[in-house]
Nanobody, 120 residues
Framework: QVQLVESGGGLVQPGGSLRLSCAAS????????MGWYRQAPGKQRELVAT???????NYADSVKGRFTISRDNAKNTVYLQMNSLKPEDTAVYYC??????????????WGQGTQVTVSS
């Protein structure tokens, strides 16, 4: 059984920074793509950033230049460094792992989410 655990969320003032972490645990042979999604109240879940096992990244236009996604393949961990935070970044941030290989089975997994609140 694969489990994703997010950490690093909290309350921060506009212009501040937070670093989110997500660690995948279990008997995992490989993970193709890891990423971050967010969902604000009353809105649909949206992609924030993704990174492949080869290091290719993709960012939502709203976070380009402010957020940086990175990955430690050896630790099956993905990070999201969030700088210059704005109130509109307030949301629950969810970790995603796609193409997870565990004993001849390919599956996608979601973390439980971590709350990020940007407010003065």
């Amino acid at each position: 059984q694969v489990q994703l655990v997010e950490s690093g969320g909290g309350l921060v003032q506009p212009g501040g920074s937070l670093r989110l972490s997500c660690a995948a645990s279990g008997i995992i042979f490989s993970i193709n793509t890891m990423g971050w999604y967010r969902q604000a109240p009353g809105k649909q879940r949206e992609l924030v950033a993704t990174v492949t096992s080869g290091g290719s990244t993709n960012y939502a236009d709203s976070v380009k230049g402010r957020f940086t996604i990175s990955r430690d393949n050896a630790k099956n961990t993905v990070y999201l460094q969030m700088n210059s935070l704005k109130p509109e970044d307030t949301a629950v941030y969810y970790c995603n792992a796609g193409g997870v290989l565990t004993r001849l089975v390919l599956s996608d997994y979601w973390g439980q989410g971590t709350q990020v609140t940007v407010s003065s």
